[in-house]
């Protein structure tokens, strides 16, 4: 008995050979019934279309779709035709509610299948089975409302041979919102490279690229553009880069030609003629080019203005850039809650050219006072903003310029004090700057504007004073500029400038004037600390304010230099006048 049963080996051999066979035409079912692919998916139309879904035959043979049913989340079958329809190899169908399923595209009567019933996809998800004339089902998908884009736009499957999960559907990106009976907008090409992504940091721009294609590319660059609104592009730089593989990415830093300062649009620009979806190849970026400290300048301040006439502020661009002061800012000093009150400047203001003036007033009645900016200036830009104030304090206050993205391009602490003590009135009576140069130096660099009017906005300076050249490099030494000087209040040369350089970088410095007999008249500084370059403003008053008698005056210059701690000294003459 025992040698008739055969032994566990012979009996796992038996299995074996049963089941692989069985198997095998299993799997073959299985893949015979993968067949059928939904590729599209039109579950919300716009008004007056039809609900559609695209299907595509991956299978070798020709599917008749009479034999084929296709229902949704209810389970109930509907036939997708009522009679027999061939849908052959690597061929696509839609299959319609009527035809046409919408006027925006134009598919060919023959390219649509409209069943008698079909079932209805709701915009909030859904499931969608498609099965065989065996009833087994061929394809599958369950689609979420969020996966949709929107009314008008179809679902679309990205690769037609991968599962039907969420990664591998999106909303369709063709103009015109779906491509029934076509190749999918989001399948991917052969080859395809994608601008993803941009930033610019500093004054480099960092582009991400994809490789959306199915192959890689031999050779790519990309092309930058400068592209402001209303003005003709530029072509800024184009760099060549080695393109992704498939299904990867690259970045590419592009350093920056020098750009003018201000808010900029670039463009860039995939160059690479064999890519075959050239709408995905170009991206907008917005690039913000920062302004130098003191580009421009706070030049002329009237805070005190007369009855019936405004505060305003005027401008000068310092720098050799055209610069656009729209969405500039202009704050005062902290209140009581440390916020700085702010005056955002309107955004269609026009470009101040370099050594051009622009006018910020509280209101137009600045032409009033000064006709001449009722007129158009090619050197000035007058904005009136409509305001009762400037929010400018009468005695003293703070004034910020910030550019648009809140960073300090010059600021001034102005002091009523900076007037000139002989004025009769300080009100009406604006404050200028002697010379741009003299910016960093507080109100030592201010002075009571001379014109009859009481200001020059839009204008040179009443009280501008040329600086003496820079000379006479690794020595300390001092120059004085105008040389004679006349501080007698008309506004021709009512200041003097003293120039001193001195070698060493970091130094404690003092500045004194005596007169011809050594007596001391005026410290201008005292142990304060300096650079290799400044400059001193003297007004022509002695330590009490008077006016100083007619004559030469000596100056001396004493530094000491806080690294090594020598003493180096300068002298100079200062001459004192009054115009004939």
């Not at 079932?119 to 969608?128: A, H, K, L, Y």
Request: glycine share 8%; proline share 8%; charged share 20%.
């Amino acid at each position: 008995m025992r040698e008739n049963i055969p032994s566990c080996p012979s009996l796992f051999s038996f299995v074996i050979l049963i089941c692989i066979p069985l198997l095998g035409f299993l799997l073959s079912q299985q893949c015979e019934a993968q067949r059928v692919v939904i590729t599209e998916i039109m579950a919300a139309p716009r008004s007056g279309e039809a609900e559609w879904m695209e299907i595509f035959n991956l299978s070798p043979e020709t599917i008749d779709l009479q034999l084929c049913t296709v229902h949704d989340a209810t389970e109930k079958r509907l036939p997708l035709s009522e009679s027999s329809r061939l849908l052959h190899p690597g061929s696509r169908i839609v299959i319609a509610e009527h035809w046409p399923p919408g006027a925006r595209w134009d598919i060919p009567r023959d390219s649509v299948c409209i069943p008698a019933r079909l079932p209805s996809f709701n915009n909030g998800g859904d499931d969608i089975v498609l099965c065989s004339a065996e009833g087994a089902p061929m394809d599958s998908v369950h689609y979420e409302g969020s996966w949709l884009g929107d009314h008008g736009v179809s679902l679309e499957r990205i690769h037609v041979d991968h599962p039907s999960a969420e990664e591998n559907w999106a909303p369709c990106s063709d103009p015109s919102g779906a491509t029934p009976g076509d190749r999918n907008s989001v399948a991917p090409l052969q080859y395809d490279l994608r601008l993803a992504d941009g930033e610019m940091i500093a004054d480099s721009v960092f582009l991400c690229i994809d490789n959306a294609g199915t192959e890689q590319l031999s050779a790519a660059a990309v092309h930058i553009l400068l592209a402001d609104p209303g003005e003709q592009r530029q072509s800024l730089l184009r760099k060549a880069f080695p393109p992704p593989g498939t299904a990867s990415s690259v970045t590419v830093a592009c350093a920056l030609p020098p750009i003018r300062p201000g808010r900029h649009i670039l463009l860039a620009v995939l160059d690479c003629p064999a890519d075959m979806r050239p709408g995905n190849d170009s991206l907008l970026l917005a690039a913000d080019i920062p302004l130098a400290r003191r580009a421009m300048l706070i030049n002329e301040i009237m805070f005190e203005p007369l009855p019936g006439s405004c505060e305003w502020i005027e401008l000068l661009n310092a720098s050799q850039e055209t610069i656009d002061i729209s969405g500039f800012a202009l704050a005062g000093a902290p209140g009581y809650s440390g916020t700085r009150s702010r005056l955002v400047l309107p955004g269609s203001i026009p470009a101040v050219a370099p050594g051009d003036f622009a006018v910020v007033a509280a209101d137009s009645s600045v032409m009033t006072r000064f006709p001449s900016l009722s007129t158009a200036s090619a050197g000035c830009v007058l904005v009136a903003l409509g305001r009762s104030s400037l929010g400018l304090g009468n005695t003293r206050d703070d004034i910020l310029l910030l550019d648009y993205d809140d960073r300090v391009i010059d600021s001034l602490h102005y002091s009523e004090d900076a007037h000139h003590p002989f004025l009769p009135s300080t009100a009406g009576c604006s404050l200028e700057l002697i010379h741009p140069s003299l910016c960093a130096a507080g109100m030592d660099g201010w002075g009571s504007c001379t014109d009859p009017q009481g200001g020059t906005p839009g204008r040179r300076n009443s009280i501008h004073s040329d600086l003496p050249p820079h000379e006479r490099q690794g020595e300390t030494h001092l120059t004085v500029s105008p040389r004679p000087f006349s501080p007698d209040g008309d506004g021709f040369e009512d200041y003097c400038v003293i120039s001193c350089s001195i070698p060493s970088a970091v130094n404690q410095i003092r500045l004194r004037l005596f007169d011809v007999n050594g007596r001391l008249v005026r410290t201008l500084r005292s142990n304060s600390p300096a650079g290799r370059r400044f400059d001193v403003i003297w007004d022509g008053l002695d330590e009490k304010g008077r006016r100083v008698r007619i004559g030469p005056y000596v100056v001396l210059l004493e530094a000491l230099d806080t690294a090594d701690n020598t003493v180096s000294a300068a002298k100079g003459i200062v001459v004192v006048a009054v115009r004939l």
